[in-house]
């Protein structure tokens, strides 16, 4: 048995740069769960950063000087933010208003609708069932209510800290996108020169790694407002919420959709009930995500990232668990790394061994030669 285990590590860490790389990936880790709430605004500004290096790249191939490029990207990723907040937000809030108002109301026509369910279905359900479900449903709306009152409370300090996010993440973002390339240069500086391993792993993940995450970026505001002018259409109440609600359900694979058509449907219910419109909303919600999956998704992810639906779930679970939101964002990025590596470490070990042989095997012919 330690025979085997001892081949083992020999096989995949024999090699100092796979050392390094697994010391590094360690470090990483133990960072983000041990810091991740302070470095918070420098996580923020890098994703924002990589998500405008694209813009940057392709001013600077227009024959934009790099400064210039950097000014441009920066102006329209500040005007973008000040659009939402000026314009989104308070339609956010108007409306979050209109629905924890209206909650009540809401509530006694579920409760209406349930007590008729024993009269009309006897055999299926029970009054008694009837009203533990109501009576379980009422205490879990407690508890959130008082959530929401001791979180408001609890967490008026972290609305200073978010107003200070505010001003540090721009600067952040401006000096990531104007030293990207000095910034890589010093960090490189720490590897060794020669890391076949490292450089496979970072070739196969930089470019899709950064096509995700921008396609993902513009899937959220294709689905988000198209959402948007399909619910305004038709009428229904808290458009812009539920607008969001399905942008923002395309960052879970196959649950996202499935969660989002919840408060849709409610929502449409609750205002027509069994009428032809509520049956038109589903109608023109299931094409959107038929075409969101069908057309949208492989016009965006033309490079389709090659993981099995299951490894795709298990990622969104672990890494959704680990980081919240940013963890389900990067769930996909991240099991993708994660599959290079396993793909690429005995390779790259195999590489980085065998330009040691050779360069061993030049040296002793030139010494031969001499």
Do not use: C
Request: no cysteine; net charge negative.
């Amino acid at each position: 048995m330690l025979k085997i285990i001892r081949r083992w590590i020999d096989r995949y860490f024999s090699d100092e740069e796979a050392v390094l790389l697994l010391v590094l990936l360690a470090v990483g880790l133990v960072v983000i769960l041990t810091l991740g709430a302070v470095l918070a605004p420098m996580i923020a500004s890098l994703i924002i950063a990589f998500l405008m290096q694209g813009m940057v790249v392709r001013l600077k191939s227009w024959g934009v000087p790099h400064w210039l490029a950097v000014l441009i990207t920066f102006l329209v990723l500040m005007t973008s933010v000040a659009a939402i907040m000026l314009g989104l937000v308070p339609v956010i809030w108007q409306q979050s208003t209109r629905f924890f108002a209206e909650l009540p109301r809401m509530l006694r026509e579920w409760q209406e609708l349930m007590l008729l369910l024993p009269e009309r279905y006897p055999s299926l359900i029970s009054e008694a069932q009837v009203e533990q479900m109501m009576s379980i449903t009422s205490s879990e709306l407690g508890y959130v209510g008082q959530y929401i009152v001791s979180f408001s409370v609890s967490n008026l300090p972290v609305l200073a800290t978010v107003l200070v996010y505010f001003v540090l993440v721009p600067i952040l973002v401006y000096f990531f996108l104007k030293d990207s390339q000095s910034i890589m240069r010093w960090f490189a500086g720490f590897l060794p020169e020669k890391r076949p391993l490292m450089s496979k792993i970072w070739e196969e993940m930089n470019q899709q790694i950064a096509n995700y995450v921008r396609g993902k970026a513009i899937e959220i505001a294709i689905v988000g407002a198209t959402a948007y002018v399909v619910f305004v259409l038709f009428g229904l109440n808290y458009s812009a919420l539920l607008a969001i609600a399905v942008g923002l359900s395309v960052l879970v694979p196959y649950i996202g959709a499935a969660v989002a058509t919840i408060p849709v449907a409610l929502v449409g219910f609750f205002q027509w009930g069994w009428g032809p419109e509520f049956v038109y909303l589903l109608i023109a919600y299931g094409v959107l995500q038929a075409l969101d999956g069908n057309v949208l998704v492989p016009l965006l992810f033309s490079e389709a990232v090659n993981l099995h639906p299951v490894a795709i779930i298990l990622a969104v679970l672990v890494f959704g668990g680990l980081w919240g939101f940013w963890g389900v964002f990067f769930a996909i990025p991240l099991a993708t790394l994660v599959k290079a590596i396993l793909y690429a470490w005995p390779i790259g070990v195999k590489e980085a061994h065998n330009q040691e042989l050779q360069g061993q095997a030049s040296h002793d012919t030139e010494q031969s030669e001499a």
